[in-house]
């Protein structure tokens, strides 16, 4: 008997209790995201493309009147954030690579491509150590025979770590340099070729040409784009150039230690739609911690 009248009062507590935002609140908490993503790095496009998903969501749920607004806010902002990023594991990765060498025998080959200075060598040599320790010993192929000093260095730092480099003079192939790498590792049973590639800018062709002609040669079980995280927002228009160009399958993101920003990571992962596999986070072997989400979440919105 008395349903109707419980119904009734429900209906005005609820109305009491639960509210919108108002369009100018809406307005303020996205306005002061976007700015602050922006002033982390964050691409422009892609902090107004979070801040139209949370308005969006905003304007969308009911809140409690006298809970706690703030916090409702923050993890809607947190679950926009983390709809644009693309996340891999590493785990996966090197599941992936010893599938592949306990069922075919061949060696999983990935090739290394990204700007000048990028980082390129250093994460070479910290993934070897990393998959070294996980019982895959990598051959290194140095088919960087263009810069001065690029194949002592590699030589230099592989010998850190104990892992074996395949090398020829400078001036060589390039690609023929990393057809004998995996050759030789198809050889000598080993299970992973990492190749690494001279650095070079999106608008020197031959250089870009030479990079295809070893994907093409070696045809990798990825391509990994090394990107500097201290280029910040040109880091984006720089990876998307080389994905056009070659295709990108992974992007690690080197000197994110240097960077405190973190904006370059979010933005890489959304305008390429690709996912960042690990981070370089100093200068030693050891300084490689595979990316998630949870801990770029972290570094912005903290
Ligand atoms: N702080 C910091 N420094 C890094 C990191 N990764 C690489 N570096 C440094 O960045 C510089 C360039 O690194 P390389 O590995 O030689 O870069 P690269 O892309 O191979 O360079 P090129 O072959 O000349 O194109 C070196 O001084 C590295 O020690 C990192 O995660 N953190
Ligand atoms: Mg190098």
Same mark, same amino acid.
């Given at each position: 008997m008395l349903e109707g009248v419980k119904k009734a009062f429900r209906g005005v507590a609820e109305k009491i209790e639960m509210s919108s935002l108002s369009d100018k609140e809406i307005e303020h908490y996205v306005e002061e995201l976007v700015l602050n993503l922006v002033a982390s790095d964050v691409a422009v496009e892609v902090a107004e493309e979070i801040g139209r998903r949370v308005a969006e969501t905003l304007r969308s749920i009911k809140f *409690? %009147? +006298?809970?706690d607004k703030q916090s409702r806010v923050k993890e809607v902002i947190r679950k926009a954030v983390e709809s644009i990023i693309p996340e891999a594991s590493l785990e996966q990765l090197i599941e992936r690579m010893r599938a592949k060498f306990r069922e075919t025998g061949e060696p999983y080959v990935i090739l290394f491509v990204g700007p000048n200075g990028s980082g390129k060598t250093t994460t070479i040599v910290k993934l070897a150590a990393y998959l070294k320790e996980r019982g895959l010993t990598p051959l290194i192929a $140095? $088919? =960087?025979? +263009? %810069? $001065?000093?690029a194949i002592e260095q590699v030589r230099e730092l592989a010998g850190r770590a104990g892992i074996r480099v395949v090398s020829q003079r400078y001036g060589a192939d390039s690609a023929a340099v990393a057809k004998d790498a995996v050759d030789s590792a198809r050889a000598g049973r080993i299970p992973v070729v990492l190749i690494d590639t001279a650095g070079r800018t999106e608008v020197d062709r031959n250089l870009l040409e030479e990079m295809r002609k070893i994907k093409r040669v070696v045809q990798p079980d990825a391509v990994i784009y090394v990107g500097d995280a201290l280029a910040g927002n040109v880091v984006v228009e720089q990876a998307r150039r080389f994905d056009e160009y070659v295709g990108i399958d992974y992007v690690v993101l080197a000197k994110l230690d240097a960077d405190a920003k973190g904006g370059s990571a979010l933005s890489i992962s959304h305008v390429i739609g690709k996912p960042i596999l690990f981070v370089g986070v100093?200068?030693?072997? *050891? =300084?490689l911690k595979p990316f998630s989400r949870e801990f770029l979440l972290n570094t912005l919105l903290a």
């Amino acid at each position: 008997m008395l349903e109707g009248v419980k119904k009734a009062f429900r209906g005005v507590a609820e109305k009491i209790e639960m509210s919108s935002l108002s369009d100018k609140e809406i307005e303020h908490y996205v306005e002061e995201l976007v700015l602050n993503l922006v002033a982390s790095d964050v691409a422009v496009e892609v902090a107004e493309e979070i801040g139209r998903r949370v308005a969006e969501t905003l304007r969308s749920i009911k809140f *409690k %009147r +006298f809970g706690d607004k703030q916090s409702r806010v923050k993890e809607v902002i947190r679950k926009a954030v983390e709809s644009i990023i693309p996340e891999a594991s590493l785990e996966q990765l090197i599941e992936r690579m010893r599938a592949k060498f306990r069922e075919t025998g061949e060696p999983y080959v990935i090739l290394f491509v990204g700007p000048n200075g990028s980082g390129k060598t250093t994460t070479i040599v910290k993934l070897a150590a990393y998959l070294k320790e996980r019982g895959l010993t990598p051959l290194i192929a $140095a $088919a =960087d025979t +263009f %810069r $001065a000093g690029a194949i002592e260095q590699v030589r230099e730092l592989a010998g850190r770590a104990g892992i074996r480099v395949v090398s020829q003079r400078y001036g060589a192939d390039s690609a023929a340099v990393a057809k004998d790498a995996v050759d030789s590792a198809r050889a000598g049973r080993i299970p992973v070729v990492l190749i690494d590639t001279a650095g070079r800018t999106e608008v020197d062709r031959n250089l870009l040409e030479e990079m295809r002609k070893i994907k093409r040669v070696v045809q990798p079980d990825a391509v990994i784009y090394v990107g500097d995280a201290l280029a910040g927002n040109v880091v984006v228009e720089q990876a998307r150039r080389f994905d056009e160009y070659v295709g990108i399958d992974y992007v690690v993101l080197a000197k994110l230690d240097a960077d405190a920003k973190g904006g370059s990571a979010l933005s890489i992962s959304h305008v390429i739609g690709k996912p960042i596999l690990f981070v370089g986070v100093g200068q030693e072997l *050891k =300084d490689l911690k595979p990316f998630s989400r949870e801990f770029l979440l972290n570094t912005l919105l903290a």
